[in-house]
């Protein structure tokens, strides 16, 4: 794919897919912590724009090279 291809992945990757996994991340980590699933909607809402933030910075690179020299089997 070119390179407009590779940057609506990464797009879609950092904020939809991203987005749901930590979401799913915070909350059940802090549920089974705890036992409790308020715990988990708490984690979520005190943590999860920090780790949006983290993950803005780390993987949109680590994307690029993944989309770059790595080649899906099809």
């Not at 715990?39 to 005190?46: A, L, Q």
């Amino acid at each position: 794919p070119g390179w407009q291809g590779i940057a609506l992945k990464i797009g879609i990757d950092i904020t939809f897919f991203s987005s749901l996994l930590n979401i799913l991340y915070l909350f059940i980590v802090a549920s089974a912590n705890k036992n409790k699933i308020s715990d988990g909607i708490k984690s979520v809402k005190t943590q999860y724009w920090n780790t949006m933030i983290l993950t803005w910075k780390f993987w949109p690179i680590i994307s690029l090279v993944n989309f770059l020299f790595f080649e899906a089997d099809t």
